[in-house]
């Protein structure tokens, strides 16, 4: 079965300590300067939002159908049977087509380096491997961020949403957005109202570019047979008139 | 002449001031990364160097394909004396195309990465090998000039023998790069200004291309006559004024229909930004398209010029609006490129136009160059269908 995350911002009190152990996960330097940046970026992977009174949690989403993936040249990003969606550096040439593709604008990138990597949370792949749960569901003292398998995280959200229906807007955010995502949100509030993205398509995006990539065959074949008798056409009258002129 | 020779001088200095700071940019971009050299930014990742280096870089190449569509393969052979002037402008094009790239991707040591690790799901795989296919391609149609030069026939033969196969596989080649462009923003529906994102701007941008190529065409012409004195090859270029007029008129006729079929009139009634630039962008199209249709617009030189240069800033608007422009409200991040991005695209832009003029003042590509010679020229040409076929 494939991992998830759900994260259920209602019960989050934005302690950050999912940030701080998503760097420990990650060793990336954690401090109170980096503890206030609102945003996710290249060093750090996760971050805690604050809408008002509410908090929401921002991560890769580590889609079933990741735009990520399909989009990268040289497939350094991969989604694995096991859920997370997981980047190979030492492929990576730094077209940051992942950036510009990806629905969610989750990948950041080490701007600065002379030799730069991309950066995006991997949902703990190592760790979840090792049957560990996500350096974030292990911090989280209240069971805001739980981690395990996708369908029965969904089956769990449905159950609180159906508990408490006056707590809760009553739906999950990344059952069918971009085709589902491994990353399940629940709110007391509509998902814009916490910053969720509401404009991201239900059809998985790498659609939208394999619909015209597999035409790329039928193109060549086509084209090749029509520039082929094209030419075979015209250059034979130019020959044939070559000939008549001549005699 | 003498009048040209102060002239000269300006844009020499022009030139010099713009390529020192071009290297001092490319000196950031080595040592202070991308951050250092550029404005980009986490939600806005691609900008000045993709939008223009590349997507139009590509684009303006675009003479090369079309001109060897038209001479060689539909035979049209009036067309010939500009042919090699296209060819060489797509080959530098092509070229200056990877040295864009070079500046723009994080790890340009890495440039070879997609000929080996595939991902034929990507439209980044496909673009990557077009580039790399048809400058391959576009090298070796440009090789026979430098043979040429240098007299030797047997490998201008070896050439000759491949080159109708050679020539099919350009055109293709630059059908499918022309388009992808345009494909690779087909994953961004939710970013992409509606104006912009249609699931036909592969057709778009390949179309565009076209229209481009033939502008990209006369507006050289019309230099190198300027510049080598020599004379222009009007009743060609006006004929092919008509039909740069035709291909653009399809064009926005597609582009209609696909805003219509889209709905996305009303878009047009929003006082927003992109709507004045989405103006800009047909306005540059369509006025020429218009004038073009004109007998007395396509018989001036100065008025032709005037129209291929309306059409390539039209293509180049239309780029930067799909490149830049049209993404920063969907992607909720302003985007204005850093002084060193504009050093740098100029700089490219300045070395391509250097280049060129040294290509053509020391080998044979404008062929009223050889005006003298010109009849034994096109003896010398005739027997090559012959030979191939």
Redesign the interface.
């Known amino acids: 079965m494939s991992k998830a995350i759900l994260y259920d911002s209602t019960l989050c009190i934005g302690c950050k300590a999912c940030e701080g152990a998503c760097a420990e996960r990650w060793g990336l330097p954690y401090n109170d300067q980096i503890a206030a940046e609102q ?4 060093h750090k992977l996760t971050a805690v939002e604050t809408h008002g009174d509410k908090f929401c949690r921002r991560l890769c989403m580590n889609c079933l159908q990741p ?1 990520c993936v ?7 990003l991969q989604k694995t049977a096991l859920g997370p969606v997981t980047y190979d550096a030492d ?7 992942c ?3 990806c ?1 969610f ?1 989750v ?12 950066r995006k949370c991997n949902m703990c792949y190592e760790r979840q491997s090792a049957g560990k749960q996500t350096a974030c569901a292990e911090v989280c003292p209240v069971g805001a961020t739980v981690n395990g398998d996708r369908d029965e995280l969904i089956r769990e959200a449905k159950r609180r949403i159906g508990e408490k229906p006056d707590q809760y807007y009553g739906k999950i955010y990344g059952i069918n957005e971009a085709g589902g995502t491994s990353v399940l949100f629940l709110s007391a509030v509509p998902f814009a109202q916490i910053g969720l ?1 509401t ?3 239900d059809e998985p ?2 659609e ?6 597999e035409l ?1 065959p039928d ?2 074949s086509t ?2 047979v029509l ?2 008798g ?2 075979w056409i ?6 044939v008139a ?1 000939k008549e002129g001549r005699r | 002449m003498k009048r040209k020779l102060p002239k000269i001088t300006v844009w020499r200095a022009i030139f010099a001031a713009i390529l020192v700071s071009g290297l001092y940019a490319t000196y950031l971009r ?7 050299a550029t404005n ?4 806005f ?2 900008g000045l160097w993709i939008a223009f280096d590349v997507m139009c870089g590509v684009g303006l190449a675009a003479g090369g394909f079309t001109l060897v ?1 038209m001479v ?4 049209i ?1 009036k067309y010939h004396p500009v042919l090699r002037p296209a060819i060489l402008t797509a080959f530098l094009g092509y070229v200056l195309v990877v040295v864009g790239l070079l500046y723009d ?4 040591d ?2 070879w ?2 000929l080996v ?12 090998w077009c580039v790399t296919l048809y400058t391959t391609v576009l090298f070796l149609e440009f090789l026979p000039v430098v043979l040429e030069k240098f007299g030797l026939h047997k490998p201008l033969n070896w050439i000759h023998k491949i080159s ?1 196969p050679l020539m ?1 596989l350009g ?2 080649l630059s ?2 790069h022309q ?2 462009l345009g ?2 923003f ?6 992409l200004y509606p104006l912009w994102y249609s ?1 036909i701007l ?1 057709v778009l941008f390949f179309l565009s291309s076209i229209a481009v190529g033939l502008a990209m065409t006369i507006f050289e012409s019309w230099h190198s006559s300027r510049a080598f004195g020599r004379a222009l090859e009007l009743p060609l270029l006006m004929s092919m004024g008509r039909v740069l007029a035709v291909v653009l008129s399809v064009y926005l006729w597609v582009r209609f229909l696909d805003l219509s079929h889209r709905h996305a009139f009303p878009l047009l009634a929003r006082n927003r930004i992109e709507t004045w630039l989405f103006g800009l962008e047909i306005a540059l199209m369509v006025i020429p398209m218009v004038l073009l249709y004109q007998h007395r617009f396509r018989s001036t030189p100065g008025r032709l010029y005037a129209c291929a240069v309306m059409v390539v800033f039209g293509f180049i608007t239309n780029r930067l609006n799909v490149g830049t422009t049209g993404l920063e409200a969907g ?2 991040t302003h985007y204005i490129p850093r002084w060193s991005e504009v050093a740098v695209t100029l700089s490219i832009v300045g070395v391509g136009f250097a280049i060129f003029r040294l290509v053509a003042q020391y080998f044979p590509i404008f062929e009223a160059h050889t005006n003298q010679s010109a009849p034994a020229v096109v003896e010398e040409r ?1 027997p090559e ?2 030979q ?2």
């Open positions: 945003t996710i970026s290249a735009t399909s989009v990268c040249p040289v497939g350094a492929k990576c040439m730094g077209c940051r087509y950036m510009q593709a629905p604008q990948p950041t990138y080490e701007w600065s380096k002379r030799l730069p990597k991309m993205k404009n991201v398509p995006l790498p939208t570019t394999w619909r015209v990539l790329v193109v060549v084209g090749t520039l082929g094209i030419y015209t250059n034979r009258r130019a020959e070559k | 080595v040592f202070h990364g991308l951050g250092g980009l930014s986490d939600k990742p691609w569509a060689h393969i539909f035979n052979e991707l994080g790890r340009p890495r440039l990465h997609p690790m595939w991902n034929p799901h990507s439209v980044m795989f496909e673009v990557a109708v099919i055109v293709l059908t499918l388009s992808s494909s690779l087909l994953i961004v529906p939710e970013k699931p592969p992607s909720g005739q269908p012959i191939v076929a």
